[in-house]
């Protein structure tokens, strides 16, 4: 790589000194440096990100694990691919990772964000001793869910349903299978099951 740039850098100081008018064969020399120098380093650039790919990191909170995960799961062809190419997948993260750095540490009226972005919920706690969770909806409140198990809420916090429904909102989308997902789990494993639950805020 350093003997591409050197050959460059006294190409480009023959030009600045014999005018800018080239002959053939220099012309010839420099497009083929020019070439070869993107043959090489091309693996190391930033590959271009695949239409979606931002979504994605964006819901996975940029957790490159459940990010990888969401494209095996997304019906996109692009997407999919990148599960074949390892150091395209790297790329790609290490971009996402530079240029959409995830801060997932806030807090609201005590309640942490989720360490998973969600289309529904915005965040969360739990009181193990009480068995009280406390869920932040996005743009609608905070409730209340009495009587639920360490076991159940630790299920939740993973998103281990997969979601059912396909859609968009404000605050994200979703698709059939999505998992992890935190609407789903709290629908099935919450919801559902009854559980007490008031407005609390």
Do not use: C
């Amino acid at each position: 790589m350093d003997e591409f740039l050197i050959q460059i850098e006294h190409l480009l100081d023959y030009i600045e000194k014999n005018g800018s008018g080239l002959n053939q064969a220099t012309q010839q020399v420099l497009s083929e440096l020019l070439t070869e120098v993107n043959d090489v380093i091309n693996p190391e650039v930033e590959a271009s990100l695949p239409t979606g790919a931002s979504l994605l990191w964006h819901i996975s909170g940029g957790n490159p694990e459940i990010f990888t995960n969401y494209l095996r799961q997304v019906p996109d062809q692009a997407l999919n691919a990148l599960l074949n190419s390892p150091p395209q997948l790297q790329q790609i993260i290490r971009r996402l990772q530079e240029n959409q750095p995830q801060e997932r540490n806030r807090e609201i009226g005590g309640i942490p964000q989720a360490p998973l972005q969600s289309s529904n919920i915005w965040g969360f706690s739990y009181e193990p001793g009480s068995k009280k969770l406390f869920v932040r909806f996005q743009g609608d409140g905070v409730y209340e869910y009495d009587g639920v198990p360490p076991q159940i809420f630790n299920l939740f916090q993973q998103g281990a349903v997969p979601a059912k429904t396909t859609g968009s909102n404000n605050y994200g989308s979703w698709w059939v299978g999505k998992n992890p997902s935190l609407g789903a789990s709290l629908f099935e494993l919450i919801k559902s099951k009854g559980y007490p639950y008031q407005k609390v805020a």
